[in-house]
Nanobody, 123 residues
Framework: QVQLVESGGGLVQRGGSLRLSCAGS????????IGWFRQAPGKEREGVSC????????YYADSVKGRFTMSRDNAKKTVYLQMNSLKSEDTAVYYC????????????????WGQGTQVTVSS
């Protein structure tokens, strides 16, 4: 069974950093693009970033550019999201997802989703 499991969330003060991990199993991760999405209470799900399977090219939403960085370790079947200079508006449940497509943050393209990890940024 294909699974994605997010970890690394927690409580951090404004301006701090967290590194989220997305671990995959049950499939060959290196053939998949991985995207990160987030959803805050009362808001629509938002695409955050993605990383391609082939050349590790990345996309970042304007709201996180310069602060968040994605990387992947195909041997470990794990993708990382390094989050720096965190803001209160970054508070959300963060989800990773896998798709056998080029890098995109269009949610409907993704085949597999994790259960999410909570990130809370205190003021």
């Amino acid at each position: 069974q294909v699974q994605l499991v997010e970890s690394g969330g927690g409580l951090v003060q404004r301006g701090g950093s967290l590194r989220l991990s997305c671990a995959g199993s049950g499939f060959t991760l290196d053939y998949y693009a991985i995207g990160w999405f987030r959803q805050a209470p009362g808001k629509e799900r938002e695409g955050v970033s993605c990383i391609s399977s082939s050349d590790s090219s990345t996309y970042y939403a304007d709201s996180v550019k310069g602060r968040f960085t994605m990387s992947r370790d195909n041997a470990k079947k794990t993708v990382y999201l390094q989050m720096n200079s965190l803001k209160s508006e970054d508070t959300a449940v963060y989800y990773c997802a896998a798709a056998k497509t080029p890098c995109t943050v269009v949610a409907g393209i993704y085949d597999y989703w994790g259960q999410g990890t909570q990130v809370t940024v205190s003021s």
